[in-house]
């Protein structure tokens, strides 16, 4: 549905997209990530058509957004970060304005009805959208991506601004219209891209930095050879145990959970498996396991690694 190819985007010698390509699938979300200034909102500008491309391409449903671009933005709903609303205007206006620019060819009463009831505006219709909440004011603007019903949507930042009720209900908005949406989302929410996208694309610095499902890249970002574990006992004691199992290269005490519990962080050897071995010790001595998994990285922790430059598609990086 959405296919970028190389696509760079110069201002004078300011490289501020810098040779960008990834793919989203049918029916896909895809979460959108990068810093401040890393070309994030650039790139989404230019797959709108908003501002042309210095170099590459970028298909919407198989048209090119520079050589068709009327084509192209037919296929495509775009909320962006501050939405394009009239505030002197109703809800009802407002939607109808946005139907007639469109040229919209869907039955006007029906088709806007189903949206105000799916973005779940019926009740403010009549209201000129000036007077407005900010959560009411986000889903106008969503309604108005809506209309036409494009096969792609684009969101930059949809949830900005709202309550943690306001962002619950435009969450599982946005996962109901990923059913029948292909969707990039641009969120700063890292756990909402978590709870939402399928698959996540990193951009710092102008550059690709990582594609791949969250869950993969905590894989292969996170080391396999180390283990937590939070057991009830004896520090010094459980330490030696510990650091006395075959394979097991050295035993760090992270922190006190509560009183007479501490968790620890395992160092192995690669490929090594101790879970067996260390519960068979820990029960000997009585001593409660109370949690044992792999250290994998939250979704904040992958971005913050791959911002940093630790892991660079042009240095072979594994989250690539």
């Known amino acids: 549905m959405i296919e970028v190819k190389n696509l760079s985007k110069s201002y ?3 490289l501020a997209v810098d040779d960008v390509s990834f793919s989203v699938g049918d029916g896909e979300i895809l979460g959108f990530l990068g810093p401040n200034g890393a070309g994030k909102s650039t790139t989404m500008n230019m797959l709108t058509g908003y501002i042309s491309s210095s ?10 957004i520079l050589e068709n671009p009327i084509g192209a933005k037919k296929n495509i709903g775009y909320l962006p970060e ?9 809800v009802r206006e407002y939607l109808n304005f946005v139907y007639s620019l469109k040229k919209c060819r869907m039955p006007k009463r029906s088709h806007l009805g189903e949206i105000c009831e799916l973005t779940k505006i019926e009740d403010v219709n009549d209201r000129v959208i000036g007077n407005l909440s900010k959560g009411y004011r986000q889903r106008v603007g969503l309604a108005q991506a809506l209309v036409g019903n494009p096969p792609v949507l684009i969101l930059d930042e949809p949830t900005v601004g709202l309550d943690p009720k306001q962002i619950i209900e435009i969450r599982t908005l946005i996962k109901k219209l990923g059913r029948n949406h292909t969707m990039i989302l641009s969120s700063h929410i890292l756990s909402e891209v978590q709870a939402v996208c399928d698959r996540v694309v990193v951009i710092d610095k102008g550059k690709l930095v990582a594609d791949d499902t969250a869950e993969n890249l905590s894989h292969k970002l996170s080391a396999d050879n180390k283990l937590i574990m939070q057991i009830e006992g004896a520090e010094n004691e459980v330490r030696t145990l510990l650091g006395g199992i075959p394979r097991v290269v050295s035993v760090r005490m992270l922190r006190e959970i509560e009183k007479g519990v501490f968790e620890y962080e395992l160092d ?3 490929g090594a498996d101790i879970r067996r071995e260390a ?3 820990l029960a000997a001595r009585n001593y409660p396991i ?3 998994k792999n250290n994998e990285l939250s979704l904040e922790e992958i971005f913050l690694r791959l911002t940093a430059g630790e892991f660079r598609a042009e240095d072979g990086g594994a989250a690539v």
Not at 55 to 64: K, N, S, T, V
Not at 82 to 89: A, G, H, R, V
């Open 12 to 14: 004078g010698s300011k």
């Open 55 to 64: 170099g590459g391409q970028a298909l919407i449903c198989g048209e090119d």
């Open 82 to 90: 501050m939405p394009p609303l009239y505030l002197d205007m109703t």
């Open 268 to 270: 192995t050897e690669e």
């Open 279 to 281: 519960f068979k010790r």
């Open 290 to 292: 109370l949690l044992m």
